[in-house]
């Protein structure tokens, strides 16, 4: 029986060590900021529901969003939602058109970062 020089087990350090390609990275960031939007669905719904309870419910939620804390959280949502609709919006595309080349989809994974970057500053600058 030889040996083999495959590795038997592969941790998270080793996982770091790849290089992982932009269109893989666009894909596994795209479901992290599914994932994100599902959860501040929750939080979301609270603060709605807060925000119709009372009117001192409501100062009180208003206070929270207007503190350093609550403008992050609202940031990481409008961001999460802008990078998952903009990578959206290029699976669709992606899927209606005959560009199913590497070069196609790195071009499209680029542009998917630049426009959601973009968008991303943008909401920065509206919650703050």
Do not use: C
């Amino acid at each position: 029986m030889s040996q083999s020089k495959r590795p038997i087990n592969v941790g998270f350090s080793d996982l770091l060590q790849f290089r992982w390609p932009i269109t893989a990275l666009t894909s596994i960031s795209h479901r992290i900021a599914g994932v994100v939007l599902f959860i501040a669905v929750g939080f979301l719904l609270f603060a709605l529901e807060q925000s119709l309870a009372s009117e001192a419910s409501f100062n009180q939620l208003s206070e929270l969003l207007t503190s350093p804390v609550g403008q992050l959280v609202t940031w990481l949502i409008l961001a999460s939602l802008a990078y998952h609709f903009v990578a959206g919006v290029k699976h669709l595309i992606m899927d209606g058109s005959d560009s199913e080349s590497l070069e196609a989809g790195t071009r499209a994974a680029m542009i998917t970062w630049v426009v959601s970057g973009i968008l991303m500053v943008l909401a920065a600058l509206w919650v703050i």
